[in-house]
């Protein structure tokens, strides 16, 4: 299954001693076609599996020659289910005398960590509750219908058109296959460049350490400097717009997601339909890229004022909670920033457990606090505003250290 000096166990030999392994040894293992991961200190090949990843190669692969075992809890949720694929996949264990994860990490913040999951776990904040998301559906539908009876009562004017396109904005959604696809990468690995999609975004923006890199080899494609400025223009109004409605359809077609197709189709035609007698064809798609401009702007704002001020760089190699700690900071929580950031404003909480409900995060965030407390780890809290204004300053600052790079190699 190996190399010269790789174990030579087969999954099939039921009853045999598992070959004992160092991390010396799996560390070799984390290239194209030739993954290993550790989780709860066994030993797995990934590596002609992962294409077959439910969740995706990359996302799996980001993890190789890594213990894994954090992240395999925070992205299954039938964790017996899941063992049953992974039993063919298993080449060994680590050796009793190798810590449980390589490299310089907190043990006892790892313990805590999963001794909190359990707790969390124990008090059934997993579970979602259908009412919740029944309410949340007829939300949606509910603004749907109130945007549609705004035109048939007051008429397609600037006014109520203006209005309908905001309503609507907020009440949209993607394929739930290719979001997960993409959002499962930024929680594995957050805030890291070439693993999370979100902030690989060079060459047109220059975000943490890559503003340092590109200013040392005199790499300007665009005014960094500048960019708080242009991220008005080229940012928030195409980034739906263009690249997740190319991406999601793109998605849809390549992995044969046919139900979302469908169920996506089913929403342009409703829109069409619905709008098509009152603006005509040029008129009902204007209105669409109106409403998806409008929820770019939204979707950008609400998402990444947790995460461009915050740290952004290359692969730490940090346990997994250090790690999305390091990524994220929440937003003051009220009724209606709960509301209106669709409970994002919670992002820690969302971000250590990517799986959970989204009504149980002001349940879990005390709990997360005092972890948090207990190990001298930052537990960030901003108000709204001041959350939408550090991502300009954050754009600047990045920019003004290109230009500082730039100018003085």
């Not at 006892?108 to 009412?131: G, H, N």
């Not at 696809?181 to 060079?202: G, S």
């Not at 997601?257 to 619905?274: E, P």
């Amino acid at each position: 299954m190996g190399g010269v000096g790789e174990p030579d166990w087969e999954p099939g030999q039921r009853g045999a001693p598992l070959p004992t392994l160092r991390w010396e040894q799996v560390r070799r293992h984390n290239l194209p076609g030739d993954k290993w991961l550790v989780i709860e200190r066994r030993v797995y090949d990934i590596s002609r599996w992962a294409q077959r990843h439910p969740g995706g190669s990359r996302l799996i692969g980001h993890h190789g020659a890594e213990d894994a075992t954090d992240a395999f809890h925070a992205f299954h949720q039938d964790l017996s289910f899941v063992r049953k694929f992974l039993q063919p996949l298993l080449i060994g264990e680590l050796a009793p005398e190798e810590p449980s994860q390589d490299g310089p990490q907190n043990t006892q913040l790892i313990e805590d960590f999963r001794a909190l999951r359990q707790a969390v776990e124990d008090m059934k904040l997993f579970e979602a509750k259908p009412a919740f998301f029944g309410l949340l559906l007829g939300h949606i539908l509910a603004m749907e219908v109130l945007a549609w009876l705004m035109i048939y009562m007051l008429g397609p004017g600037w006014v109520p058109s203006t209005l309908a396109a905001l309503i609507l904005a907020i009440s949209q959604g993607f394929s739930a296959h290719w979001w997960n696809f993409r959002h499962f990468q930024h929680h594995a690995k957050p805030n890291i460049f070439h693993k999370d999609p979100d902030v690989t975004v060079a060459p047109v923006f220059l975000l943490g350490e890559s503003s340092v890199e590109y200013g040392k080899k005199k790499r300007r494609y665009l005014p960094y400097n500048h960019q708080h400025l242009y991220f008005f223009l080229i940012g928030p109004p195409l980034l739906t717009l263009v690249n997740f409605e190319v991406e999601n359809l793109a998605y849809m077609l390549v992995c044969m997601q046919w139900m979302d197709l469908l169920w996506a189709a089913s929403f342009y035609a409703r829109f069409l339909l619905s709008y098509i007698p009152f603006y005509g064809i040029p008129g009902a798609l204007l209105l669409f890229v109106a409403v998806r401009v409008l929820e770019s702007h939204w979707f950008v704002w609400i998402t990444q004022m947790n995460h461009i001020p915050r740290e952004i760089g290359h692969e730490k190699h940090r346990d997994w909670a250090s790690s999305q700690l390091a990524a994220t900071c929440n937003v003051e929580p009220s009724l209606f920033i709960d509301w209106f950031s669709g409970h994002l404003n919670f992002q820690i909480e969302h971000h250590l457990f990517p799986t959970m409900p989204r009504h149980n995060y002001r349940r879990v965030a005390p709990l997360v606090k005092a972890l948090c407390a207990k190990h001298g780890l930052s537990y960030e809290v901003k108000p709204f505003l001041t959350a939408l204004v550090d991502i300009i300053r954050s754009l600047k600052k990045s920019g003004n250290v290109w230009l500082e790079a730039y100018l003085h190699q």
